[in-house]
């Protein structure tokens, strides 16, 4: 209960952050290591077809990294193994991907998409990112994910298929959201318009849950009146 708390505090709250350009950051990780550690990326999966990643593509972000912020990164983030990946530039070896220090990341965003760092585990939420469905009320979270299938008709053995887990703050817990029932009845008004615009929209929780989350909850704001 308490763990679960400080975590809302700290999705919904940001400390001061420095704002620098990842070049001003690497010329100081030069004159001093400590502030950037980092390794080379390396990810094999034989035999697999797809990628670990939310985006096969770097794509342009921003990341808060100890007191800083940076902006305009290209990055990807491997969702198989919770690892944000940056794309740095060596001289010798061109673009090199490297994986940043997880511990020492508090949030990111990669394509209009947030997600935050939970530091210590609940109940509920396993340590690692999260991220920000809807920040007021409901507040909802979700965790992206790729399982390893199974293939069938294809030249590999096995492929990557996209997950996704989600849950609402409750007002003093996490609760999953399992499906259209649960997640509708996470907003605190609106129904019967949420699911006219569920089936008007042909949403599908098994076949697509993100698409599901995002709809509604956009469709929410609007009815809200918050955008």
Known sequence: MKNNLLFVFSL????????QTIAEYYQDALENAS????????????????HPFLHPYFATGTVK?????FEDVLLKYDVVNDLVVIS??????????VVLDTRRISAFSIEDRTFRYLRDSTDDLKEGF???????????????GKEKKKAENKPYMYEFQPRIKAWYWTG?????????????????????????FWNA???????????????????????????
């Open 88 to 97: 740095q530039i060596s001289e010798d070896q061109g673009e090199v991907p």
């Open 172 to 196: 003093d817990s996490f609760k999953r959201i399992t499906g259209k029932g649960n997640l509708i009845k996470a907003y605190p008004d609106h129904h019967q318009s949420l699911k006219s």
């Open 35 to 50: 502030i950037y550690k980092g390794t080379a990326y390396e990810f094999s999966y034989p035999s697999t077809g797809g």
């Open 130 to 144: 999260y991220e920000i469905i809807n920040s007021e009320a409901p507040l909802i979270i979700a965790r992206p």
């Open 12 to 19: 919904l709250t940001s400390g001061a952050v420095y704002s």
């Open 201 to 227: 929209s042909r949403l599908n929780w098994r076949y697509d849950a993100y698409q599901a989350i995002s709809k509604i909850n956009n469709r929410y704001r609007q009815l809200s009146g918050h955008e």
């Open 65 to 69: 990294y100890e007191s800083f912020r």
